[in-house]
């Protein structure tokens, strides 16, 4: 063989055209962007949508929406403790302040056995508190702070609307990944977890705007209120930072707007 | 939040030891195609093959390879599947296939002088209509080692 063609052959080795000289970790971080991208337009979109209904639905028709999600919450699985009693009678004092909270659901409130220290509504208005929650807190201002700001999310429709924003995002994604039907499976059951039900950050503050607005009526101040954020700045270890990852604005953001809003 | 760190991990580990598996793949594809250089010489296009000399022994020499992407490579063609564009990811295993398969046949062949009527085809191994399906790239090369006197 002579020189030369060794010399092509040998070029031809060093020098590979049949692979793509792109690198693969910025393509993988471009792609990942695009698809953050379009969720985060698709949510924007879907809450948009969801909002401008909610907004203008009857009361009936929401009565009939959230009958339909009483998902088997029997309250004989849960006792009435003081604590419940206790919340019960603040209740009893919030709903009255706010004609979106009149002459719908009973509002029943039950204790959970979890340590971590939260309270939530579920869509038809039952409220849950964590028995965390009602160990550490004891302030009937702070406990009537909490209770508020749960009711305001149901006086928001705020329920309604994070359901109707899961289905359409659902029902989209599940187009997008359609190729084996267990993902549309998978879907109606995350929609159906609704204990798993986020609201927006948005929403949040509404809610602690709300909560605000009642506590003011009922005491004349929000020093219980204060107190408990500051006790839950106290508990919190993560850096302001990570809120963008979490469905709650940070304590301090909260504090902030309580502190100065009335 | 678990699961997406739990799949940043994996992903930096499986691009981390994929790229040095290519890295040293290449290598050695590199180092035995510089030592095959001379002989045999492949021939993909006759398939009547004249010669004066005399021939010492013909027999059929094949070359196979089987080559799987990583979870990496195959997380971002899947991500590339909704978009379209080239899958880089996948070109260069499909390369090293193609090209492990002829050294493979070449090194079969060893001490003939000619390997005649060479053809390269990929084979299906799995079912790739199932979910767990491997990403793959299974490679056949073969033809007629011809050895002169």
Known sequence: MNKDLEDKYLSVIEDNVNVGQSNAVAEFFILIAGIVGIFILLYIFADKIGCFFIDRMSDKTQMRIENAFSFGISPKMFE??????????????????DKNLQGKSKFPI???????????????G?????????????????????????LGHYAHRDHLKSISRE??????????????????????YGISDLNGLTYSRKQELEADKFA??????????????????????????????????STHPSTQQRLKLIQNGR | MEDIIFLLILLGITYATGSIIEKRHYENIRKREIALIKKPIINFGAKKWNTNR???KIELVTGECVISGDYFKNFVASLKNLFGGRLTTFESILDRGRREAILRMREKARGANFIINTRIESIMIND?????????????????A????
């Open chain 2, 54 to 56: 005399k021939i010492k």
């Open chain 1, 167 to 188: 289905i359409i995002v659902g029902f989209i994604t599940s187009i997008f990944t359609s190729q084996n039907n267990n993902n549309i499976n998978g879907t109606i």
């Open chain 2, 146 to 149: 011809v050895t002169y006197e």
């Open chain 1, 110 to 124: 039950y204790e959970i056995s979890e340590k971590q220290i939260n309270a939530f509504v579920t869509p038809n």
């Open chain 1, 212 to 245: 605000n607005k009642v506590v003011y009526k009922l005491y004349g101040n929000n020093d219980g209120a204060i107190a408990f954020f500051q006790m839950l700045e106290k508990k919190e270890k993560f850096p302001e930072f990570l809120q963008y990852f």
């Open chain 1, 80 to 97: 009435k403790t003081d604590n419940t009693k206790k919340l019960e009678a603040i209740r009893d004092k919030i709903v009255p302040l």
């Open chain 2, 128 to 144: 790739t209509y199932t979910k767990d399906s491997v990403p793959q790239c299974a490679i056949i090369a073969y033809g007629t």
């Open chain 1, 126 to 150: 039952t409220i849950f508190f964590t028995q965390g929650l009602l160990k550490e807190v004891k302030d009937e201002k702070a406990l009537t702070f909490v209770l508020a700001h749960e």
